[in-house]
């Protein structure tokens, strides 16, 4: 059997959600690390607001496609039953200290490459040099030996409508009792909000929860393959982890890295990660260039430089470790309600304003 569509399609549209979604962060300043900033030192929830509102977007969309039966979840790396909590904590907070020494997360990183930020190249190579080493280098070695030996297992699936189903609730109603409470409550929570409404709130909320939701359809449901030709089993095309993919940029930057580096190996190929990687750089440079927003940016001083050095490195090293970014973890892993994504989140949030609250105090000694 074949796949719904061809791999070079798969990786064109691909590129296409991407391009979309760089666009929409350049236009609107779609911001994890900003959301976090604002809350900490001004009380301004708007951003925040704009991510929480492409969490719930990202639910129910998502949610729809699985109840549709276009899309399985439980096919995605983030419902294993394999909850390794250290893992999420450890990785979530390294990765919101990062964000924050590094000015922006790792997609955020890849938007200002987009708009002419030479900081952000340099966080990006270091990013993706961390993440690989993390993955398959000297970090790995701990990953896998300490932080990923805290772990226990829910044998159901470690997503919330898995464990209600392991309380006693009916499947069906546990997962929509889930969607409705966790996808809708986070919608409303943004929408009832009159003074949210604006173009750029709601375009950075829907578009971004929507563009998740496209790439699991992508991935999902025109990748999927019910027989590989090779190995007799189910496979999801152009993947690198063989699994349903969605918007994700730690691993991702690594791998693009691997690839250019490797060109000449013909058996490395461009992948739905790196596609979305590429089209995340020219969706958000194809709108600077549009609006004449495209600025050439460099390092104020040796301590900035140090400080986007740490910041790149821990976010490197934060989400391999957590299996994601706050986008990875904290969109695409959210919207298939998996715990692990919901402890990474806090995590990441949790490290981001605590840093924030640090240079804050440092600035007021300073000053």
């Known amino acids: 059997m074949e796949a719904a569509a061809s791999p070079n399609t798969i990786l064109w549209l691909a590129f296409a959600v991407a391009f979309i979604f760089g666009a929409i962060g ?3 300043h779609f911001c994890t690390m900003g959301a976090v900033s604002d809350i900490v ?9 704009m991510w929480l509102l492409a969490i719930g977007v990202a639910i ?23 909850f390794t909590w250290l893992s999420y904590l450890t990785g979530g907070v390294s990765f919101g200290i990062g964000m924050v020494l590094a000015s922006g997360c790792g997609s955020k990183t890849l938007i200002r490459i987009g708009s002419g930020n030479l900081k952000s190249v340099v966080v990006f190579v270091v990013l993706g040099l961390v993440a690989y080493m993390t993955m398959r280098g000297v970090f790995g070695v701990f990953r896998v030996n300490v932080l990923e030996k805290a772990a226990f297992t829910f044998p ?10 392991a309380a006693g609730v009916d499947a069906k109603l546990a997962f929509w009792a889930a969607v409705l409470a966790i996808g ?29 939701v496209a790439a699991w359809y992508v991935s999902g449901h025109l990748g999927y393959l019910p027989e590989h030709p090779e190995t007799l089993e189910e496979a999801f095309i152009a993947t690198n982890s063989g699994r349903m993919e969605s918007l994700t940029f730690v691993a991702p930057q ?86 692990g994504s919901i402890v990474t989140f806090l995590a990441i949030v949790a490290g981001a304003a605590a840093t924030l609250k640090f240079q804050y105090w440092r600035l007021m000694r300073e000053g």
Not at 156 to 165: E, K, M, S, Y
Not at 272 to 281: C, D, P, R, S
Not at 313 to 331: D, K, S
């Open 156 to 165: 159901g699936g470690q997503d919330v409508p898995a464990l209600l189903t």
């Open 41 to 49: 030192n001004m009380g301004d929830w708007s951003r925040m607001r």
């Open 184 to 212: 809708g409550g986070l919608t409303a929570f943004c929408l009832l909000k009159r003074d949210f409404w604006t173009l750029d709130n709601l375009l950075g909320g829907l578009g971004t929860g929507l563009a998740v």
């Open 254 to 339: 690594a791998y693009t890295l691997e690839l250019l580096m490797l060109w000449s190996d013909t058996s490395r190929k461009l992948t739905f990660a790196i596609a979305t990687v590429l089209g995340v750089i020219a969706g958000s440079g194809a709108w600077a260039l549009a609006t004449r927003s495209f600025r050439w940016e460099g390092f104020a001083s040796v301590e900035d430089t140090a400080s986007h050095l740490l910041g790149a490195a821990l976010m490197g090293f934060g989400g391999v470790v957590a299996m994601g970014c706050t986008v990875g973890q904290g969109i695409t892993g959210f919207s298939t309600l998996a715990l």
């Open 60 to 82: 129910l969309g998502s949610a729809a496609l699985h109840a549709a039966g276009l899309i399985d979840l439980g096919k995605s790396i983030y419902r294993t039953p394999n």
């Open 26 to 28: 350049q236009k609107t």
